[in-house]
């Protein structure tokens, strides 16, 4: 167990909905990243935030967001939805900001498994 | 073309074996290396983690990375079934914020 928890484990919905998913942190992480997986493209990045301000971005559309909160919990926003968003999405987090020279150490959760029909 | 590359196998080896499972990259700017081990329908679970060339020993696992090739690989020692899983490299850079880019990962079967 890494000690990161995301709910719900399986999301079933359609095409056009909105649905939020949500992660928290190890006790003491103050980063949290957010990934898609998906058979052909495995894990890409989407974004980052550190201590509740985004830090960098990934290949994340404009239909999905993600902000975390003072308590360093995490929600990931994804609207419009398409059949193509149908994937994993993991949260992981971190004790550093991810920055240069770190060893900084990312603890994945266990994931949302999101279906769109 | 990927920045990373890992051939999705499966590889199917009998327990016992030694198994080698490889990455190449094409970012010459990476300089952190890392195995994670992915069971299925749970999250990735960091393995091995190296910066720069050279080798690395954690039990049954060796971990190497060979700069000038661009090349990366894990060897396990003495497989047992429950290393069946899939097995995902990444990497990083060193300046700046630089993300963590993974490659596709390889499904690894051992046999009883």
């Known amino acids: 167990d890494s000690g990161v928890t995301q709910t719900p484990k399986h999301l079933i919905t359609a095409t056009g909905q909105r649905v939020t998913l949500r992660c928290s942190p190890r006790s003491g992480d103050l980063s949290v990243y957010w990934y898609q997986q998906s058979l052909d493209q495995g894990l890409q990045f989407l974004i980052q935030y550190y201590n509740g301000e985004e830090r960098a971005k990934g290949n994340i559309l404009e239909r999905f967001s993600a902000q975390q909160f003072p308590d360093l919990h995490s929600e990931l926003n994804l609207s419009s939805l398409e059949l193509g968003d149908s994937a994993l999405y993991f949260c992981?987090?971190?004790?550093?900001?991810?920055?240069?020279?770190?060893?900084?150490?990312?603890?994945f959760g266990p994931g949302t498994r999101l279906t769109v029909l | 073309q990927k920045e990373v590359e890992q051939d999705p196998g499966p590889l199917s080896v009998p327990e016992g074996a030694i198994v080698s499972l490889n990455c190449t990259y094409s970012n010459s700017a990476f300089q952190y290396f890392m195995w994670y081990r992915q069971y299925s329908r749970k999250g990735p679970e960091l393995l091995m983690y190296?910066?720069?060339?050279g080798n690395k020993e954690d039990g049954r696992f060796t971990a190497q990375v060979d700069k000038s090739s661009k090349y990366i690989s894990l060897f396990i020692r003495d497989s047992q079934p429950s290393d069946s899983a899939t097995y995902l490299c990444?990497?990083?850079?060193?300046?700046?914020?630089?993300?963590?880019?993974f490659g596709t990962g390889t499904r690894l079967l051992v046999s009883p």
């Open positions: 190296t910066y720069s060339s």
């Open positions: 992981a987090s971190s004790s550093q900001m991810g920055l240069a020279g770190s060893t900084d150490t990312q603890y």
């Open positions: 990444a990497m990083r850079g060193n300046t700046g914020f630089q993300k963590l880019v």
